[in-house]
Each structure stands twice: as C-alpha cells, then as structure tokens.
C-alpha cells in the first residue's frame, strides 16, 4: 500500500487530530484505526472510482442503444 493511498491519508488527518496523550500510542493505535476503517469501508460494499466509471459508460452505451432501438419501432409502427 502506497502512502499515497486514500485511506493512510484519511488515517493520517485522524491521528493529526487526536490529543497529545493519544498519539504517544503512535503505531499501535495507527494499525487499529487502519483496521478499523478498513472493515468499515468493506462492509459498505463500495466501488472504486474506475469501476463507476467503466459502469456509467455501459450505461450511457445502452441508454444510447435503447433510444435508437425505440425509434426503429416507432419507425417499423408508422409503416403497419
């Protein structure tokens, strides 16, 4: 994992914040708030910004396909 990761930078900003006392725990407490987050952001079943990406383009595709397949329909409906 890169440190440019979303998820050590959304960890960094936490351990920024807490009180003095806390960050003394330092690396311990950094793997438990990884982990934490970790299992948190897995049970919300989220995707990745590539896949809603590649997703919205199939659908704009379809979209696309729908429309025109229900102008050949209005057209095959005109000449009956």
Known sequence: MTK???LDSMIDRIMAGLPAGLT????DAEKN????LKST???MDLVTREEFDIQHDVLI???SRL?????QVKNLERKE
């Open 41 to 43: 952001l897995r049970k």
């Open 33 to 36: 708030i990884h982990a934490a």
């Open 61 to 63: 595709r379809t979209r």
């Open 67 to 71: 429309e025109a397949l229900e102008e």
């Open 4 to 6: 440019n990761d979303p």
């Open 24 to 27: 003394t725990l330092g690396r």
